[in-house]
């Protein structure tokens, strides 16, 4: 079973940026395929970006594309979403989400593409 903790949220303004981390304890993230969803009020869970085990490989919502960055920390086995350029419609509960994959370039999009979830963590994003 993975734990995984998201945090970092918090209120920003518009034009602000805030990091996202994701981390868990006792699994090496790097056998792991991870990606960040969010999911506004009254809304479903949306994709927003998502990296390879071995790092090689991202991929990005067209929302968070330019403007959002995913990396991995290998020493702190930490998966982070870099959030800049911030807007209202960024206002969302974020979740991390990590799936055991043996390719080390895939990277996925789909919410079952997923088996491991964070309790998430909320950004808002005030005009």
């Known amino acids: 079973q993975v734990q995984l903790v998201e945090s970092g949220g918090g209120l920003m303004q518009a034009g602000g940026s805030l990091r996202l981390s994701c981390s868990t304890s006792g699994r090496n993230l790097n056998y792991y395929a991870m990606a960040w969803f969010r999911q506004a009020p009254g809304k479903e869970r949306d994709f927003v970006a998502a990296?390879?085990?071995?790092?090689?490989?991202?991929d990005y919502s067209d929302s968070a594309k330019d403007r959002f960055t995913i990396s991995r920390d290998t020493a702190t086995n930490t998966v982070i979403l870099q959030m800049n350029s911030l807007k209202p419609e960024d206002t969302a509960d974020y979740y991390c989400a990590a799936d055991y994959e043996g390719r080390e370039w895939y990277v996925g999009r789909r919410i079952t593409d997923y088996g491991y979830w964070g309790q998430g963590t909320r950004v808002t994003v005030s005009s």
């Open positions: 990296i390879s085990r071995n790092g090689g490989t991202t």
